[in-house]
């Protein structure tokens, strides 16, 4: 099994900063692309960054300029680096990764649990 940890979420104020991270374990042979998505309340879920083991990287066109994404492949973990937080910037931040099994030969989607990242005004 793979496990996905999300770590960093929190309170903050219009205009700060917060760093996410997410770290995948378990039977991992390979990690393809990795990513970040949230979902405010009463909304669906929303892609926010994805980055590949290649460092290819997409962003929403709501955080362009404001977030980066990053990855460390050694050791299975992603980031996400929050500036210049908005009050829409509120949400559920979730984990995503497409991880290879060292037993299966194909990828599979796993997702964590989400950290919540609450920005006032």
């Known amino acids: 099994q793979v496990q996905l940890v999300e770590s960093g979420g929190g309170l903050v104020q219009a205009g700060e900063s917060l760093r996410l991270s997410c770290a995948a374990s378990g039977n991992i042979f390979s990690t393809n692309v990795m990513g970040w998505y949230r979902q405010a309340p009463g909304k669906q879920r929303e892609l926010v960054a994805t980055i590949t083991r290649g460092t290819t990287t997409n962003y929403a066109e709501a955080v362009k300029g404001r977030f980066t994404i990053s990855r460390d492949n050694a050791k299975n973990t992603v980031y996400l680096q929050m500036n210049s937080l908005k009050p829409e910037d509120t949400a559920v931040y979730y984990c995503?990764?497409?991880?290879?099994?060292?037993?299966?030969?194909?990828?599979?989607?796993?997702w964590g649990k989400g950290t919540l990242v609450t920005i006032s005004s």
């Open positions: 995503y990764a497409s991880v290879r099994h060292t037993t299966a030969p194909r990828f599979m989607d796993y």
